[in-house]
Protein backbone atom coordinates (compact mmCIF):
# COMPACT_ATOMS: atom_id res chain seq x y z
CA UNK A 1 0.00 0.00 0.00
CA UNK A 2 1.37 3.24 -0.59
CA UNK A 3 1.96 4.90 2.65
CA UNK A 4 2.34 8.46 1.03
CA UNK A 5 0.05 9.15 -1.69
CA UNK A 6 0.92 12.75 -4.01
CA UNK A 7 3.80 12.71 -1.33
CA UNK A 8 1.61 13.19 1.66
CA UNK A 9 2.27 10.88 4.51
CA UNK A 10 -0.91 9.15 5.99
CA UNK A 11 -2.38 10.49 9.09
CA UNK A 12 -1.24 8.83 12.35
CA UNK A 13 -3.98 7.51 14.68
CA UNK A 14 -4.69 8.54 18.09
CA UNK A 15 -7.27 8.07 20.86
CA UNK A 16 -10.47 10.36 20.54
CA UNK A 17 -12.06 11.83 23.65
CA UNK A 18 -14.67 8.70 23.12
CA UNK A 19 -11.62 6.53 23.36
CA UNK A 20 -11.64 5.29 19.85
CA UNK A 21 -9.19 5.16 17.26
CA UNK A 22 -9.23 8.40 15.39
CA UNK A 23 -6.82 10.11 12.73
CA UNK A 24 -4.50 12.91 13.84
CA UNK A 25 -4.03 16.24 11.58
CA UNK A 26 -1.56 18.58 12.00
CA UNK A 27 -2.70 21.94 11.11
CA UNK A 28 -1.03 25.48 11.53
CA UNK A 29 -2.90 28.72 12.22
CA UNK A 30 -1.14 32.07 11.32
CA UNK A 31 1.11 33.84 11.69
CA UNK A 32 -0.90 35.26 8.81
CA UNK A 33 -4.35 34.66 8.21
CA UNK A 34 -7.37 36.99 7.97
CA UNK A 35 -8.95 37.71 11.26
CA UNK A 36 -6.49 36.97 13.35
CA UNK A 37 -4.40 38.26 16.14
CA UNK A 38 -1.10 38.88 13.46
CA UNK A 39 2.42 36.74 14.32
CA UNK A 40 0.52 34.53 16.62
CA UNK A 41 0.77 30.79 15.60
CA UNK A 42 -1.05 27.99 16.77
CA UNK A 43 -0.05 24.61 16.01
CA UNK A 44 -3.23 22.62 16.36
CA UNK A 45 -3.72 18.67 16.03
CA UNK A 46 -7.31 18.08 14.78
CA UNK A 47 -9.20 14.95 14.62
CA UNK A 48 -11.97 15.65 12.52
CA UNK A 49 -12.77 19.36 13.39
CA UNK A 50 -12.33 19.58 17.04
CA UNK A 51 -8.72 20.83 18.65
CA UNK A 52 -7.24 17.80 20.34
CA UNK A 53 -4.03 19.49 21.25
CA UNK A 54 -2.61 23.10 20.10
CA UNK A 55 0.93 24.79 21.01
CA UNK A 56 1.17 28.74 20.60
CA UNK A 57 4.29 30.77 19.74
CA UNK A 58 5.18 34.35 18.08
CA UNK A 59 6.77 35.40 15.08
CA UNK A 60 8.68 38.28 15.43
CA UNK A 61 8.19 38.68 19.27
CA UNK A 62 11.54 41.00 19.56
CA UNK A 63 11.34 42.57 16.80
CA UNK A 64 12.18 46.00 18.01
CA UNK A 65 9.08 47.87 15.58
CA UNK A 66 6.62 45.90 16.89
CA UNK A 67 7.82 46.55 20.51
CA UNK A 68 7.75 49.89 19.86
CA UNK A 69 4.63 50.63 18.00
CA UNK A 70 2.93 48.97 21.25
CA UNK A 71 4.16 50.77 23.54
CA UNK A 72 2.94 53.91 21.91
CA UNK A 73 -0.36 52.58 20.87
CA UNK A 74 -0.78 52.05 24.75
CA UNK A 75 -0.17 55.22 25.32
CA UNK A 76 -2.86 56.68 22.89
CA UNK A 77 -6.55 56.63 23.36
CA UNK A 78 -7.48 56.87 19.93
CA UNK A 79 -5.22 53.60 19.11
CA UNK A 80 -6.45 51.91 21.70
CA UNK A 81 -10.07 52.49 21.02
CA UNK A 82 -9.14 51.58 17.29
CA UNK A 83 -7.59 48.27 18.15
CA UNK A 84 -10.54 47.31 20.09
CA UNK A 85 -12.87 48.41 17.07
CA UNK A 86 -10.19 46.39 14.78
CA UNK A 87 -10.87 42.98 16.94
CA UNK A 88 -14.22 43.24 17.13
CA UNK A 89 -14.48 43.61 13.35
CA UNK A 90 -13.08 40.36 13.19
CA UNK A 91 -14.91 38.48 15.85
CA UNK A 92 -17.73 39.98 14.28
CA UNK A 93 -16.88 38.57 10.54
CA UNK A 94 -16.06 35.33 12.23
CA UNK A 95 -19.52 35.17 13.21
CA UNK A 96 -20.78 35.50 10.33
CA UNK A 97 -22.72 38.89 10.62
CA UNK A 98 -21.01 41.26 8.16
CA UNK A 99 -23.46 44.36 8.55
CA UNK A 100 -22.09 45.11 12.25
CA UNK A 101 -18.28 44.16 11.04
CA UNK A 102 -18.58 46.68 8.12
CA UNK A 103 -19.60 49.63 11.20
CA UNK A 104 -16.87 48.01 13.35
CA UNK A 105 -14.55 48.52 11.12
CA UNK A 106 -15.85 52.27 9.74
CA UNK A 107 -15.42 53.50 13.62
CA UNK A 108 -12.14 51.83 13.24
CA UNK A 109 -10.87 53.82 10.27
CA UNK A 110 -13.13 56.95 11.70
CA UNK A 111 -10.85 56.88 15.08
CA UNK A 112 -7.42 56.67 13.41
CA UNK A 113 -7.95 59.23 10.10
CA UNK A 114 -9.82 61.93 11.18
CA UNK A 115 -9.94 63.90 13.63
CA UNK A 116 -13.69 64.40 15.00
CA UNK A 117 -14.26 61.99 18.15
CA UNK A 118 -17.99 62.55 18.30
CA UNK A 119 -18.74 60.99 15.35
CA UNK A 120 -17.11 57.69 16.34
CA UNK A 121 -18.27 57.43 20.02
CA UNK A 122 -21.70 58.16 18.76
CA UNK A 123 -21.41 55.26 16.08
CA UNK A 124 -19.82 53.39 19.29
CA UNK A 125 -22.49 53.58 21.39
CA UNK A 126 -24.92 52.76 18.47
CA UNK A 127 -23.26 49.77 17.20
CA UNK A 128 -22.66 48.93 21.19
CA UNK A 129 -26.76 48.73 21.58
CA UNK A 130 -27.17 46.80 18.01
CA UNK A 131 -24.84 43.80 19.59
CA UNK A 132 -26.49 44.00 22.54
CA UNK A 133 -29.46 43.55 22.15
CA UNK A 134 -28.96 40.85 18.79
CA UNK A 135 -31.06 38.08 20.55
CA UNK A 136 -29.91 35.77 16.69
CA UNK A 137 -26.02 36.42 17.95
CA UNK A 138 -26.65 35.92 21.87
CA UNK A 139 -28.26 32.40 20.62
CA UNK A 140 -24.92 31.64 18.63
CA UNK A 141 -21.85 32.53 20.90
CA UNK A 142 -23.55 31.57 23.78
CA UNK A 143 -21.81 29.56 26.29
CA UNK A 144 -18.96 29.45 23.89
CA UNK A 145 -15.40 29.45 25.98
CA UNK A 146 -16.89 30.83 29.54
CA UNK A 147 -14.34 31.56 31.86
CA UNK A 148 -14.90 32.05 35.71
CA UNK A 149 -12.89 34.14 37.95
CA UNK A 150 -10.86 31.48 39.09
CA UNK A 151 -10.04 30.31 35.88
CA UNK A 152 -8.47 33.83 35.12
CA UNK A 153 -6.69 33.56 37.64
CA UNK A 154 -5.55 30.37 37.10
CA UNK A 155 -4.11 31.09 33.87
CA UNK A 156 -2.81 34.66 34.23
CA UNK A 157 -5.43 36.26 32.23
CA UNK A 158 -7.06 39.94 32.80
CA UNK A 159 -10.11 39.99 34.56
CA UNK A 160 -11.60 41.42 31.50
CA UNK A 161 -11.72 38.42 29.97
CA UNK A 162 -14.77 36.88 32.12
CA UNK A 163 -17.73 35.26 30.97
CA UNK A 164 -18.49 33.67 27.15
CA UNK A 165 -17.49 34.97 23.59
CA UNK A 166 -20.24 36.95 23.83
CA UNK A 167 -19.07 38.77 26.94
CA UNK A 168 -15.82 39.39 26.12
CA UNK A 169 -16.87 40.96 22.34
CA UNK A 170 -19.34 44.01 24.45
CA UNK A 171 -16.50 44.05 26.76
CA UNK A 172 -14.41 45.51 23.91
CA UNK A 173 -16.74 47.72 22.69
CA UNK A 174 -17.38 48.95 26.37
CA UNK A 175 -13.66 49.69 26.45
CA UNK A 176 -13.30 51.66 23.23
CA UNK A 177 -16.16 53.52 24.50
CA UNK A 178 -14.65 54.44 27.44
CA UNK A 179 -11.32 55.09 26.46
CA UNK A 180 -13.08 57.89 24.09
CA UNK A 181 -14.98 59.37 26.63
CA UNK A 182 -11.55 59.79 28.53
CA UNK A 183 -11.52 57.36 30.79
CA UNK A 184 -8.44 55.04 31.62
CA UNK A 185 -9.18 51.48 31.78
CA UNK A 186 -9.54 49.66 35.47
CA UNK A 187 -5.95 47.82 36.24
CA UNK A 188 -2.35 48.38 35.30
CA UNK A 189 -2.35 46.16 32.43
CA UNK A 190 -4.51 43.84 30.47
CA UNK A 191 -2.06 41.52 28.50
CA UNK A 192 -3.27 38.31 27.81
CA UNK A 193 -0.41 35.89 27.74
CA UNK A 194 -0.67 33.52 24.64
CA UNK A 195 0.76 30.20 26.30
CA UNK A 196 -2.90 30.24 27.87
CA UNK A 197 -4.71 30.22 24.83
CA UNK A 198 -3.97 26.25 23.94
CA UNK A 199 -5.80 25.77 26.93
CA UNK A 200 -8.70 27.80 26.18
CA UNK A 201 -9.51 26.18 22.75
CA UNK A 202 -8.68 22.70 23.45
CA UNK A 203 -11.57 20.59 23.17
CA UNK A 204 -13.31 23.14 21.13
CA UNK A 205 -14.05 22.72 17.15
CA UNK A 206 -11.79 24.67 15.03
CA UNK A 207 -14.59 27.67 14.37
CA UNK A 208 -15.26 28.27 17.98
CA UNK A 209 -11.67 27.90 18.95
CA UNK A 210 -11.13 31.06 16.39
CA UNK A 211 -14.10 32.71 18.00
CA UNK A 212 -12.35 32.22 21.34
CA UNK A 213 -9.09 33.84 20.01
CA UNK A 214 -11.02 36.55 18.42
CA UNK A 215 -12.73 37.42 21.54
CA UNK A 216 -9.31 37.46 23.64
CA UNK A 217 -8.85 41.09 22.10
CA UNK A 218 -5.20 40.88 21.69
CA UNK A 219 -3.08 43.33 20.48
CA UNK A 220 -0.47 42.79 17.77
CA UNK A 221 1.92 40.59 19.17
CA UNK A 222 1.05 41.20 22.52
CA UNK A 223 1.45 38.88 25.24
CA UNK A 224 3.86 38.25 27.30
CA UNK A 225 7.49 38.58 25.84
CA UNK A 226 8.84 35.76 28.13
CA UNK A 227 6.77 33.45 25.68
CA UNK A 228 8.52 30.23 24.18
CA UNK A 229 9.50 31.03 20.70
CA UNK A 230 10.11 27.87 19.04
CA UNK B 1 -60.24 15.30 -16.86
CA UNK B 2 -59.65 18.75 -15.73
CA UNK B 3 -57.93 21.40 -17.97
CA UNK B 4 -54.55 21.58 -17.49
CA UNK B 5 -53.07 24.59 -15.51
CA UNK B 6 -50.55 25.68 -17.80
CA UNK B 7 -49.08 24.89 -21.52
CA UNK B 8 -45.86 23.08 -22.33
CA UNK B 9 -43.46 24.90 -24.45
CA UNK B 10 -41.52 23.31 -27.16
CA UNK B 11 -37.28 22.13 -25.44
CA UNK B 12 -36.03 25.28 -27.62
CA UNK B 13 -37.49 27.45 -24.94
CA UNK B 14 -35.06 25.88 -22.16
CA UNK B 15 -32.47 28.28 -23.45
CA UNK B 16 -33.69 31.72 -23.12
CA UNK B 17 -35.49 29.96 -19.73
CA UNK B 18 -31.21 29.72 -18.60
CA UNK B 19 -30.82 33.04 -19.77
CA UNK B 20 -34.00 34.26 -17.33
CA UNK B 21 -32.33 32.83 -14.63
CA UNK B 22 -28.65 33.72 -15.39
CA UNK B 23 -30.09 37.70 -15.63
CA UNK B 24 -31.92 37.06 -12.21
CA UNK B 25 -28.41 35.63 -10.91
CA UNK B 26 -26.76 38.31 -11.74
CA UNK B 27 -29.22 41.37 -10.61
CA UNK B 28 -29.17 39.25 -7.17
CA UNK B 29 -25.02 39.43 -7.16
CA UNK B 30 -25.59 43.15 -8.15
CA UNK B 31 -27.71 43.91 -5.25
CA UNK B 32 -25.41 41.87 -3.11
CA UNK B 33 -22.48 44.36 -4.44
CA UNK B 34 -24.81 47.46 -3.75
CA UNK B 35 -25.60 46.65 -0.55
CA UNK B 36 -22.12 45.56 0.70
CA UNK B 37 -20.47 48.67 -1.25
CA UNK B 38 -23.01 50.54 1.04
CA UNK B 39 -22.58 49.44 4.89
CA UNK B 40 -18.49 49.13 3.89
CA UNK B 41 -18.79 52.93 2.71
CA UNK B 42 -16.67 52.38 -0.40
CA UNK B 43 -16.97 55.57 -2.98
CA UNK B 44 -18.44 53.17 -5.79
CA UNK B 45 -22.13 52.11 -5.88
CA UNK B 46 -20.92 48.08 -5.97
CA UNK B 47 -23.23 47.54 -8.71
CA UNK B 48 -20.66 46.43 -11.35
CA UNK B 49 -19.42 44.27 -9.04
CA UNK B 50 -20.28 40.99 -10.15
CA UNK B 51 -19.33 41.48 -14.01
CA UNK B 52 -15.84 42.75 -12.05
CA UNK B 53 -15.95 39.12 -10.71
CA UNK B 54 -16.76 36.95 -13.65
CA UNK B 55 -14.06 39.12 -15.70
CA UNK B 56 -11.19 37.98 -12.96
CA UNK B 57 -12.19 34.82 -12.43
CA UNK B 58 -12.63 33.88 -16.13
CA UNK B 59 -8.67 35.16 -16.44
CA UNK B 60 -7.90 33.05 -13.59
CA UNK B 61 -5.99 30.48 -13.44
CA UNK B 62 -6.92 27.34 -12.50
CA UNK B 63 -5.14 26.09 -9.05
CA UNK B 64 -4.84 22.85 -7.86
CA UNK B 65 -3.51 21.01 -4.99
CA UNK B 66 -1.38 17.50 -4.56
CA UNK B 67 -3.40 14.90 -4.90
CA UNK B 68 -6.93 16.59 -5.71
CA UNK B 69 -9.75 14.34 -6.45
CA UNK B 70 -10.21 16.49 -9.72
CA UNK B 71 -13.22 14.80 -11.65
CA UNK B 72 -15.27 15.44 -8.60
CA UNK B 73 -14.16 18.35 -7.21
CA UNK B 74 -15.41 19.38 -10.64
CA UNK B 75 -18.31 17.96 -10.53
CA UNK B 76 -19.22 19.52 -7.22
CA UNK B 77 -18.28 23.16 -7.92
CA UNK B 78 -20.30 22.66 -11.21
CA UNK B 79 -23.41 20.76 -9.83
CA UNK B 80 -25.08 23.76 -7.82
CA UNK B 81 -25.77 25.70 -11.05
CA UNK B 82 -26.98 22.25 -13.06
CA UNK B 83 -29.73 21.88 -9.84
CA UNK B 84 -30.66 25.58 -10.37
CA UNK B 85 -31.67 24.59 -14.34
CA UNK B 86 -33.13 21.54 -13.46
CA UNK B 87 -34.73 23.54 -10.26
CA UNK B 88 -36.62 25.99 -12.80
CA UNK B 89 -37.63 23.23 -15.55
CA UNK B 90 -40.78 22.64 -13.58
CA UNK B 91 -41.18 26.29 -12.55
CA UNK B 92 -44.47 27.89 -14.70
CA UNK B 93 -43.78 31.15 -16.05
CA UNK B 94 -47.41 32.64 -15.61
CA UNK B 95 -49.48 29.86 -17.97
CA UNK B 96 -46.16 28.16 -20.27
CA UNK B 97 -43.68 25.70 -18.72
CA UNK B 98 -41.34 23.55 -20.11
CA UNK B 99 -42.04 20.44 -17.94
CA UNK B 100 -45.29 19.86 -17.09
CA UNK B 101 -44.39 16.89 -14.37
CA UNK B 102 -46.99 15.09 -12.29
CA UNK B 103 -44.68 14.84 -9.78
CA UNK B 104 -43.12 18.74 -9.88
CA UNK B 105 -42.81 19.26 -6.24
CA UNK B 106 -41.24 15.80 -5.51
CA UNK B 107 -38.77 16.79 -8.38
CA UNK B 108 -37.89 19.94 -6.89
CA UNK B 109 -37.13 17.65 -3.43
CA UNK B 110 -34.68 15.63 -5.56
CA UNK B 111 -33.15 18.41 -7.24
CA UNK B 112 -32.86 19.97 -3.64
CA UNK B 113 -31.05 16.74 -1.86
CA UNK B 114 -28.31 16.91 -5.14
CA UNK B 115 -26.95 20.28 -2.87
CA UNK B 116 -25.66 17.46 -0.29
CA UNK B 117 -23.25 15.80 -2.54
CA UNK B 118 -22.09 18.68 -4.51
CA UNK B 119 -21.08 20.92 -1.94
CA UNK B 120 -19.93 18.24 0.07
CA UNK B 121 -17.52 16.82 -3.02
CA UNK B 122 -16.23 20.32 -3.30
CA UNK B 123 -15.22 20.41 -0.33
CA UNK B 124 -13.87 16.90 -0.66
CA UNK B 125 -11.92 17.17 -4.05
CA UNK B 126 -9.31 19.78 -2.62
CA UNK B 127 -7.76 17.83 -0.56
CA UNK B 128 -7.33 20.33 1.99
CA UNK B 129 -8.29 20.45 5.42
CA UNK B 130 -9.81 23.78 5.42
CA UNK B 131 -12.06 23.13 2.67
CA UNK B 132 -13.34 19.25 3.97
CA UNK B 133 -14.43 20.99 7.45
CA UNK B 134 -16.47 23.44 5.23
CA UNK B 135 -18.19 20.11 3.47
CA UNK B 136 -18.73 18.28 7.06
CA UNK B 137 -20.53 21.95 8.18
CA UNK B 138 -23.02 21.47 5.40
CA UNK B 139 -23.81 18.05 5.80
CA UNK B 140 -24.40 19.21 9.58
CA UNK B 141 -26.41 21.82 8.13
CA UNK B 142 -28.22 19.69 5.95
CA UNK B 143 -29.18 17.37 8.93
CA UNK B 144 -31.14 19.50 10.18
CA UNK B 145 -32.42 21.69 7.35
CA UNK B 146 -33.68 18.93 5.02
CA UNK B 147 -36.83 17.40 7.18
CA UNK B 148 -38.44 20.65 7.77
CA UNK B 149 -37.90 21.87 4.01
CA UNK B 150 -39.41 18.25 2.80
CA UNK B 151 -42.33 18.56 5.09
CA UNK B 152 -42.70 22.66 4.24
CA UNK B 153 -43.50 21.35 0.16
CA UNK B 154 -46.11 18.95 1.38
CA UNK B 155 -48.27 21.41 3.18
CA UNK B 156 -49.57 23.15 -0.51
CA UNK B 157 -49.28 20.08 -2.06
CA UNK B 158 -51.63 18.95 0.48
CA UNK B 159 -53.61 22.07 0.31
CA UNK B 160 -53.95 21.78 -3.59
CA UNK B 161 -54.37 18.16 -3.62
CA UNK B 162 -51.74 17.79 -5.76
CA UNK B 163 -48.06 17.39 -6.85
CA UNK B 164 -48.05 19.43 -9.99
CA UNK B 165 -46.70 22.74 -9.66
CA UNK B 166 -49.27 24.21 -12.32
CA UNK B 167 -52.01 22.91 -10.37
CA UNK B 168 -50.93 24.15 -7.15
CA UNK B 169 -50.38 27.56 -8.76
CA UNK B 170 -53.91 26.83 -9.83
CA UNK B 171 -55.53 26.11 -6.39
CA UNK B 172 -54.77 29.28 -4.66
CA UNK B 173 -57.07 31.74 -6.99
CA UNK B 174 -58.51 34.23 -3.92
CA UNK B 175 -56.49 32.75 -1.26
CA UNK B 176 -52.34 32.25 -1.60
CA UNK B 177 -50.99 29.65 0.65
CA UNK B 178 -48.54 32.04 2.39
CA UNK B 179 -51.41 33.75 3.91
CA UNK B 180 -52.57 30.16 5.90
CA UNK B 181 -49.40 28.35 5.37
CA UNK B 182 -46.88 30.98 6.56
CA UNK B 183 -45.15 28.58 8.89
CA UNK B 184 -44.05 26.20 5.70
CA UNK B 185 -43.31 29.25 3.92
CA UNK B 186 -40.73 30.40 6.03
CA UNK B 187 -39.33 26.89 6.52
CA UNK B 188 -39.18 26.87 2.98
CA UNK B 189 -37.29 29.39 2.51
CA UNK B 190 -34.69 28.35 4.78
CA UNK B 191 -34.19 25.65 2.95
CA UNK B 192 -33.52 28.17 0.21
CA UNK B 193 -31.27 29.81 2.14
CA UNK B 194 -29.41 26.70 3.11
CA UNK B 195 -28.73 24.72 0.01
CA UNK B 196 -27.30 28.11 -1.72
CA UNK B 197 -25.32 27.76 1.40
CA UNK B 198 -26.42 31.74 2.17
CA UNK B 199 -26.36 34.07 4.57
CA UNK B 200 -26.99 32.16 8.37
CA UNK B 201 -26.13 29.08 6.37
CA UNK B 202 -22.72 30.21 5.25
CA UNK B 203 -20.25 28.28 7.90
CA UNK B 204 -19.46 25.88 5.06
CA UNK B 205 -17.79 28.92 3.15
CA UNK B 206 -16.96 30.71 6.52
CA UNK B 207 -14.48 32.80 6.99
CA UNK B 208 -13.42 31.43 10.22
CA UNK B 209 -12.17 28.39 8.10
CA UNK B 210 -9.88 30.12 5.34
CA UNK B 211 -13.54 30.39 2.60
CA UNK B 212 -13.93 26.44 3.74
CA UNK B 213 -15.33 24.68 0.68
CA UNK B 214 -14.26 27.45 -1.49
CA UNK B 215 -11.01 27.84 0.06
CA UNK B 216 -8.91 26.08 -3.22
CA UNK B 217 -11.36 27.09 -5.72
CA UNK B 218 -10.17 29.31 -8.38
CA UNK B 219 -10.86 30.30 -11.85
CA UNK B 220 -13.70 29.19 -13.55
CA UNK B 221 -14.69 26.38 -10.82
CA UNK B 222 -14.71 29.35 -8.13
CA UNK B 223 -17.23 31.09 -10.81
CA UNK B 224 -19.42 28.52 -11.76
CA UNK B 225 -19.73 27.48 -7.71
CA UNK B 226 -20.59 30.78 -6.76
CA UNK B 227 -22.40 31.86 -9.68
CA UNK B 228 -24.57 27.97 -8.73
CA UNK B 229 -25.42 29.86 -5.29
CA UNK B 230 -26.81 32.80 -7.08
CA UNK B 231 -28.56 30.71 -9.67
CA UNK B 232 -29.74 28.59 -6.95
CA UNK B 233 -31.20 31.22 -4.59
CA UNK B 234 -33.54 32.84 -7.94
CA UNK B 235 -34.47 29.05 -8.49
CA UNK B 236 -35.20 28.72 -5.04
CA UNK B 237 -37.04 32.06 -5.00
CA UNK B 238 -39.20 31.52 -8.43
CA UNK B 239 -40.52 27.86 -7.37
CA UNK B 240 -41.77 29.58 -4.24
CA UNK B 241 -44.20 31.72 -6.16
CA UNK B 242 -46.52 28.85 -7.46
CA UNK B 243 -46.10 26.77 -4.09
CA UNK B 244 -47.03 29.96 -1.89
CA UNK B 245 -47.34 33.44 -3.65
CA UNK B 246 -50.10 32.24 -5.64
CA UNK B 247 -47.93 32.05 -9.07
CA UNK B 248 -49.22 34.44 -11.43
CA UNK B 249 -51.92 36.14 -10.27
CA UNK B 250 -52.05 39.33 -9.97
CA UNK B 251 -53.62 42.81 -10.91
CA UNK B 252 -53.23 44.32 -14.49
CA UNK B 253 -49.75 43.29 -14.97
CA UNK B 254 -49.81 39.72 -17.34
CA UNK B 255 -49.39 36.48 -15.48
CA UNK B 256 -45.70 35.78 -16.84
CA UNK B 257 -44.81 39.60 -15.25
CA UNK B 258 -46.49 38.67 -11.53
CA UNK B 259 -44.19 35.80 -11.72
CA UNK B 260 -40.90 37.65 -12.45
CA UNK B 261 -42.30 40.72 -9.80
CA UNK B 262 -42.61 37.92 -7.41
CA UNK B 263 -39.36 35.82 -7.72
CA UNK B 264 -37.67 39.02 -7.95
CA UNK B 265 -39.01 40.28 -4.43
CA UNK B 266 -38.12 37.34 -2.99
CA UNK B 267 -34.83 37.39 -4.14
CA UNK B 268 -33.91 41.12 -2.84
CA UNK B 269 -35.37 39.42 0.23
CA UNK B 270 -32.65 36.35 0.53
CA UNK B 271 -29.93 38.67 -0.45
CA UNK B 272 -30.68 41.32 2.20
CA UNK B 273 -30.75 39.17 4.65
CA UNK B 274 -27.40 37.52 4.30
CA UNK B 275 -25.21 40.46 5.47
CA UNK B 276 -28.09 41.30 8.47
CA UNK B 277 -27.99 38.09 10.78
CA UNK B 278 -25.22 36.43 11.86
CA UNK B 279 -24.07 33.10 11.07
CA UNK B 280 -26.45 29.51 12.20
CA UNK B 281 -23.80 27.35 13.55
CA UNK B 282 -23.93 24.29 12.40
CA UNK B 283 -24.25 22.29 15.80
CA UNK B 284 -26.62 24.97 17.37
CA UNK B 285 -28.84 25.11 14.45
CA UNK B 286 -29.33 21.11 14.74
CA UNK B 287 -31.51 21.56 17.91
CA UNK B 288 -33.21 24.45 16.26
CA UNK B 289 -33.93 22.82 13.36
CA UNK B 290 -34.66 19.15 14.95
CA UNK B 291 -36.79 20.84 18.02
CA UNK B 292 -38.67 23.49 16.34
CA UNK B 293 -38.68 23.90 13.15
CA UNK B 294 -39.47 19.91 12.49
CA UNK B 295 -42.07 20.08 15.05
CA UNK B 296 -43.84 23.40 13.81
CA UNK B 297 -43.70 22.20 10.43
CA UNK B 298 -45.42 19.04 11.19
CA UNK B 299 -47.65 20.97 12.83
CA UNK B 300 -48.65 23.18 9.78
CA UNK B 301 -48.94 19.95 7.89
CA UNK B 302 -51.41 18.26 10.19
CA UNK B 303 -54.35 21.92 10.27
CA UNK B 304 -53.16 22.21 6.16
CA UNK B 305 -54.31 18.10 6.00
CA UNK B 306 -57.65 18.81 8.33
CA UNK B 307 -58.69 21.95 6.50
CA UNK B 308 -58.37 20.26 3.32
CA UNK B 309 -60.44 16.97 4.43
CA UNK B 310 -62.88 19.10 5.71
CA UNK B 311 -63.11 21.21 2.07
CA UNK B 312 -63.25 17.67 0.11
Known sequence: ?230 | MPEPAVTVVPAGWALPAAGLLGLLAVAAAALDGFLTARTTGTSSPGLSQPFGEVARLMRQRRRTMVAADRLLWRVGSAGLLLMALMIITVVPLGRWTLFDLDVGVIWFNAMDVLAWAFVWLTGWGANSAHSLVGGYRFLAHGLAYELPLMFALVAPAVGASSLNVGTVAAAQQGLWFVVWMPVAFVVFCLGVLAIAVWGPFAPALGADVAGGVTAELSGVDRLLFQGGRYALLAAGAAFAVPMFLGGGAGPLLPAWAWVLVKTLALLAVFVWLRRRLPVARPDLFMEAGWLVLLPAVLLQDLIVAVVAAGRS
Do not use: K
Open chain 1, 1 to 230: MDMAPGGIPLASGGEDRDGLEMDLLHLRLGPVLAYWPAGLVLRCTLQGDVVVDAETSLVAADNPTAEAELRHGSEDARRFAARRCDNAASLLRLAGWDDAASRARRIRDALLFTDDFDGPAGELHRLRRMVGRSWWLRWSLRSIGPLDAHDLARRGLPATMTGDVRDRLLGMLDRAAHRIAGQQPPGPSRRVPVDAIPDLVRGWDLATARLIVASLDLDPLAGDREVSHA
